[in-house]
């Protein structure tokens, strides 16, 4: 069983960055992805972002495409999700789970995900 904590949540301003990160535990990720989904009051959850921990192969949102990027670190068992240009409508809790993907080399935002992690607080406003 794998277990995710996420943090770098933070209150930012619209513009700025944050990096998330999402550290792993528990078993190797060689045959899983991860993804970022994401939360706001009263919507429902949204794919951001995932990852293909073995070959680093990336999809993301549209909404979030040319501004969001995210990458591993196999060493440190973590991925990050660097958040640049936010916006207000970036504000929800972010989440990161996995997605077993065994041989392939990519991942798929809207596939089953398990193993989810307890959440950060991203919040953009001036």
């Known amino acids: 069983q794998v277990q995710l904590v996420e943090s770098g949540g933070d209150l930012v301003q619209p513009g700025g960055s944050l990096r998330l990160s999402c550290a792993a535990s528990g078993r190797s990720l060689g045959f ?28 993301y949102a549209d909404s979030v495409k ?35 993907r065994g041989y392939r080399g990519d991942c798929d935002l809207s596939g089953t995900y398990n193993s989810w992690g307890q959440g950060t607080q991203v919040t953009v406003s001036s």
């Open 66 to 100: 040319g501004r969001f990027t995210m990458s591993r670190d196999l060493g440190k068992y973590t991925v990050y999700l660097q958040m640049n240009s936010l916006k207000p409508e970036d504000t929800a809790v972010y989440y990161c789970a996995t997605q077993y």
């Open 32 to 59: 899983y992805a991860i993804g970022w989904f994401r939360q706001a009051p009263g919507k429902e959850r949204e794919g951001v972002s995932c990852i293909n921990i073995s070959v680093g192969s990336t999809v």
